[in-house]
């Protein structure tokens, strides 16, 4: 009898390498504002690993903030990140996924990033704090969604086909 609670080696190897991944990318691509590979990552892995895409997240977050510090932006990243995948999950509960519609996610999640990280200043700052964070991102919000379209359309296809097959080679023996 499998417990579902617990992972095998392969698994958690295989969950620590995507972790791993997921802040590689983030931080290869630090160099242009908002522009990220981890909103398709997310996407991807919530498609293919199915559960596993929590503790994937979730160790991102931690190197995130112990890399460059665990400021107020951290602590929004606890309930941002996390709204892709169960987004995805939702949308995508028995559907097979198509490109475009994939980027068209990626790219509304990038469009609303900035807002949906507000949520921590409304608490910290109120209402005023919470707006004037909110639209003094507005431009790289634009430059969030748009880029993760582009993105999403173009790497989707070739990715998902890489991490099913990862998969099917490495965890279904």
Request: charged share 10%.
């Amino acid at each position: 009898m499998k417990n579902h609670f617990l992972l095998t080696t392969r698994e958690l190897v295989l969950d620590a390498l995507l972790s791993a991944l997921l802040f590689v990318s983030q931080a290869g691509l630090s160099w242009l504002p908002n522009v990220e590979l981890v909103s398709l990552l997310l996407i991807l892995y919530t498609l293919v690993f199915r559960k596993h895409v929590w503790l994937i997240l979730y160790v991102f977050v931690v190197l995130e903030g112990l890399v460059y510090g665990f400021g107020p932006w951290w602590f929004s990243y606890l309930y941002v990140w996390p709204i892709l995948p169960g987004a995805v999950f939702l949308i995508y509960k028995n559907k097979t996924p198509k490109p475009f519609g994939i980027s068209l996610l990626s790219a509304i999640f990038g469009m609303l990033f900035g807002l949906f990280c507000s949520g921590f200043y409304l608490i910290a700052g109120g209402i005023g704090g919470a707006l004037t964070w909110w639209t003094a991102g507005i431009p790289y919000d634009i430059v969030h969604g748009t880029s993760n379209f582009f993105l999403s359309l173009v790497l989707f296809q070739p990715l998902y086909r890489l991490l099913t097959t990862l998969k099917r080679d490495l965890l279904q023996r």
